[in-house]
Antibody, heavy 123, light 107 residues
Framework: EVQLVQSGAEVKKPGESLKISCRGSGYSFTKYWIAWVRQMPGKGLEWMGI????????RYSPSFQGQVTITADKSINTAYLQWGGLKTSDTAMYYCARLGSGSYSLLYYFDSWGQGTLVTVSS | EIVMTQSPATLSVSPGERATLSCRAS??????LAWYQQKPGQAPRLLIYDASNRATGIPARFSGSGSGTDFTLTISSLQSEDFALYYC?????????FGQGTKLEIK
């Protein structure tokens, strides 16, 4: 069974750094793109960026380029989303999702989602 | 990037009735269109891919149609568990953008 398990909720202050994780299991982690998707309170889904764990090829949405860093450690089947300096506007639920192509193609749908990590940034 | 527009923003339907949700792309996405359902407090889950194919485990009351720029998700007889948020997403050309969502609520 394909599973994406994310790290737990975080409460941080503005300016602090943060790294959240998404561990994949039940499939060949290196062969599927993993995306990060933001959902602000009461709002829709916004994809932030995506990484191919096999070679760490990473693409960012223009809205998030320079604001976050996406990495992966294929030795432990885990993808990461990190911030260098959080803002109150980063308060949101963050999901990781697997692109179901099983290849290098980005033209596919998300077939599996993590449970979400709630990040709250408040002074 | 391709802009996906969903309508209506909120749809009020009675249990047992049919619901029709729309999604329009700013340019053709052929049939590379997915629908996701998100229930309160849960992650999204895949319902439909390639515009009309149900994902594994999705009940037959969910159906998708359309091609090019206009797509429809139909729920034939609404059950209580179907009241949720629904998002469309294209994957014809990177980036694979989402629509803004339709909230399906009980009338």
């Amino acid at each position: 069974e394909v599973q994406l398990v994310q790290s737990g909720a975080e409460v941080k202050k503005p300016g602090e750094s943060l790294k959240i994780s998404c561990r994949g299991s039940g499939y060949s982690f290196t062969k599927y793109w993993i995306a990060w998707v933001r959902q602000m309170p009461g709002k829709g889904l916004e994809w932030m960026g995506i990484i191919y764990p096999g070679d760490s090829d990473t693409r960012y949405s223009p809205s998030f380029q320079g604001q976050v860093t996406i990495t992966a450690d294929k030795s432990i089947n885990t993808a990461y989303l990190q911030w260098g300096g959080l803002k109150t506007s980063d308060t949101a639920m963050y999901y990781c999702a697997r692109l179901g192509s099983g290849s290098y193609s980005l033209l596919y749908y998300f077939d599996s989602w993590g449970q979400g990590t709630l990040v709250t940034v408040s002074s | 990037e391709i802009v996906m527009t969903q309508s209506p923003a909120t749809l009020s339907v009675s249990p047992g009735e049919r619901a029709t949700l729309s999604c329009r792309a700013s340019q053709s996405v052929t049939n590379y269109l997915a629908w996701y359902q998100q229930k309160p407090g849960q992650a999204p889950r895949l319902l439909i891919y390639d515009a009309s194919n149900r994902a594994t485990g999705i009940p037959a009351r969910f159906s998708g149609s359309g091609s090019g720029t206009d797509f429809t998700l139909t729920i034939s007889s609404l059950q209580s568990e179907d009241f949720a948020l629904y998002y469309c997403q294209h994957y014809n050309k990177w980036p694979n953008t989402f629509g803004q969502g339709t909230k399906l609520e009980i009338k």
